[in-house]
């Protein structure tokens, strides 16, 4: 499996930003799909996960806690990327956002992660 991120960026607090990670390779091994990212000097942390309901169609699971409805994850179909709506940033979100697939491999489970994608949110 390979994810290819994109969407990063500068934006002022309170805008918004959208990040994609499409996934290619055996995409039909994906269980879980979710972001995560790692602020400076600090440890990677999850920001949000949705699980395969079928078709490449992905459900959002879970949100961190810090999320407060702010954003939203969600993949609708095969050849589509998982994407990742942020809105009402804040300072505190800029981070480096890491893309994650879970797969059912025959030698057990794997994670699999994009190259990262810088989010600065700053006026």
């Known amino acids: 499996v390979q994810l290819a991120e994109s969407g990063g960026g500068l934006v002022q607090p309170g805008g918004s930003l959208r990040l994609s990670c499409l996934p290619s390779?055996?995409?039909?091994?994906?269980?879980?799909m979710g972001w995560y990212r790692q602020r400076a000097g600090k440890q990677r942390e999850m920001v949000a996960t949705?699980?395969?309901?079928?078709?490449?169609?992905?459900?959002?699971?879970s949100y961190a806690d810090f999320v407060a409805g702010r954003f939203t994850v969600s993949r609708n179909g095969d050849r589509t990327p998982l994407t990742l709506q942020m809105d009402r940033l804040a300072s505190d979100d800029t981070a480096v956002y890491y893309c994650?697939?879970?797969?059912?491999?025959?030698?057990?489970?794997?994670?699999?992660w994009g190259q990262g994608t810088q989010v600065t949110v700053s006026s």
């Open positions: 994650n697939a879970r797969a059912a491999e025959p030698t057990g489970v794997r994670d699999y």
């Open positions: 390779g055996s995409t039909k091994t994906i269980m879980v």
């Open positions: 949705a699980r395969a309901r079928g078709g490449g169609r992905f459900a959002a699971e």
